[in-house]
């Protein structure tokens, strides 16, 4: 029997819009090595491990009359070069020219009549690299059912595991009739899911109203010769193109920041951006009178007993921040937001950052792809910025014998939203992805450097915060007074 889609799968859809694309995206940097990595050998290593992830050989199918949620069936055509796809830079080629296409390519909305995903290799970097870009659905990665692909095709040695391809062969897709009767027997024995699917039909109708009043409004205005709203730095209308900036700092100098000024990584993280975002309004000449404090989404781990460790898409909640983009003093900033997590911190059901990054079976992209879907469950509670923030493993990953070096995510704007920044810690290193409207902010690289000059801030803070040794009394050395940290 056709699994159907959920309300909260169908809202990511009802949702799409050109200039909205729902996907999550990440890209890795790798370096081959003496692995012999190349694109068929990429080809062979999803063919071997995309049965761990049925639902990348599925597509949605409409029930006739809109009677009961679409259902995922496996797609009859399914190919898997139309998927895995080959470009190249001319070698060689730079990081700023890999974010170019990046973002041309996250930029595109998925194929909705096929499977909806797509790996792209990315030949010709310099040093030899080649990174991969995934691109996945929101409404394909919950984290229950299914998680990202990226994940399946990583193993923790430079020897893959040999899993074998399976004797996939697509089952027949149900027809219009069995759809039809499918629907009408749900309704009459699940009086619940008949319930969720009205609730779904009601909320796609007032979305649908909602635009509709929107573009009559905009016009009404045009004509009348009215001036539109003032639109903030980082909210408003915008375009169907992107610009994708990362940035990458070493953990250990979140690790000092922590030590000296106490909190947790995740609090320096949420930080460093406060102070990059407070950076790039001050090097735009934006005023901060009116703009002291930035309310973020961050999404956070939580435990719950009655749920198992697999079902990861459940244990991810929102947790509302406000970012103090007024404040001067970086310290001051570190606390304010450390506060903020204090309450989440405080129930009990608050997960570490060091055990997240240990559980089994899950990498960063699923994750993010996790993060992101809670984000846009809480959209309408008047957030500017949403924050995804992953502790990955702190030791190699390897792909097909290929080690992985870096992982940046690619978050997905959301509606009225001009920026989204997604954080990913891995082997030593913290990578910052930030997703921005070619259009509304073509000065998305100057928020990066500004990143970069915020934890560079937080470092001075923490160096001068150490005790001085009096005059004429040596320095312990650095091995006497080294006190052991968690990882992040």
Not at 57 to 85: E, S, T
Not at 235 to 258: C, K, M, N, P, W
Not at 297 to 326: F, K, M, N, R, Y
Request: some cysteine.
């Amino acid at each position: 029997m056709s699994e159907r889609l959920r309300p909260r799968d169908l809202v990511f859809l009802d949702e799409e819009t050109p200039s909205t694309p729902m996907h999550n995206a990440t890209v890795e940097i790798f370096e081959p090595g003496g692995s012999g990595f190349d694109y068929d050998r990429l080809v062979t290593l999803i063919g071997d491990r995309i049965s761990f992830v049925p639902r990348y050989r599925q597509v949605v199918q409409q029930v006739p009359g809109r009677l009961a949620n679409p259902v995922w069936v496996d797609d009859p055509d399914f190919d898997i070069g139309y998927h895995v796809r080959r470009s190249a830079l001319p070698r060689p080629g730079t990081r700023e020219q890999l974010r170019d296409l990046v973002a041309r390519i996250v930029s595109r909305p998925l194929d909705r009549a096929r499977p909806l995903w797509e790996i792209y290799m990315i030949e010709g970097l310099e040093n030899g690299q080649f990174a991969l870009l995934y691109k996945s659905h929101q409404a394909l990665v919950d984290g229950v059912s299914t998680v990202d692909i990226g994940q399946v095709l990583l193993d923790v040695g430079p020897t893959p595991k040999e899993l074998g391809a399976d004797e996939w062969r697509p089952r027949r897709p149900p027809s219009a009739a069995g759809l039809v009767r499918g629907a009408v027997v749900e309704s009459l024995t699940r009086p619940r899911t008949a319930a969720e699917t009205l609730r779904a039909r009601t909320a796609d109708a007032v979305r649908t109203a909602d635009h509709a009043a929107e573009r009559v409004g905009r016009a009404g205005s045009a004509v009348l010769g009215r001036l539109p709203e003032r639109e903030g730095p980082i909210t408003g209308r915008h375009s169907q193109q992107r610009r994708v900036v990362s940035v990458f700092t070493e953990l250990s100098d979140y690790r000092l920041v922590r030590a000296a000024h106490g909190g947790t990584i995740n609090d320096v993280v949420l930080a460093t951006v406060t102070g990059g975002i407070r950076g790039w309004l001050m090097a735009r000449h934006e005023s901060l009178g009116g703009l002291r404090r930035i309310r973020a989404v961050a999404p956070v781990s939580v435990i719950d007993a009655e749920l198992e460790a697999t079902s990861l898409g459940t244990q991810i909640a929102p947790h509302l921040v406000e970012l103090p983009v007024g404040e001067p003093s970086p310290v001051v900033r570190l606390h304010q937001v450390s506060y903020s997590f204090k309450v989440h911190k405080d129930t009990g059901r608050g997960v570490a950052a060091n055990r997240l990054a240990g559980i089994a079976g899950f990498a960063p992209t699923t994750f993010h792809a996790i993060g992101s879907r809670v984000a846009a469950a809480e959209a309408g509670r008047g957030f500017q910025l949403a924050v995804t923030n992953v502790p990955g493993p702190q030791s190699p990953l390897y792909a097909a014998g290929a080690r992985m070096a870096q992982s940046y995510p690619v978050p997905p704007l959301l509606e009225g939203h001009l920026l989204a920044i997604g954080v990913t810690s891995y082997d030593g290193g913290v990578a910052y992805g930030i997703t921005a409207d070619r259009d509304a902010v073509p000065d998305a690289d100057v928020l990066g450097q500004c990143i970069s000059e915020a934890l560079a801030e937080l470092v001075d803070t923490a160096t001068d915060a150490r005790p001085k040794v009096p005059r004429g009394r040596k320095r312990p050395s650095k091995s006497s007074t080294k006190k052991p940290v968690q990882n992040p």
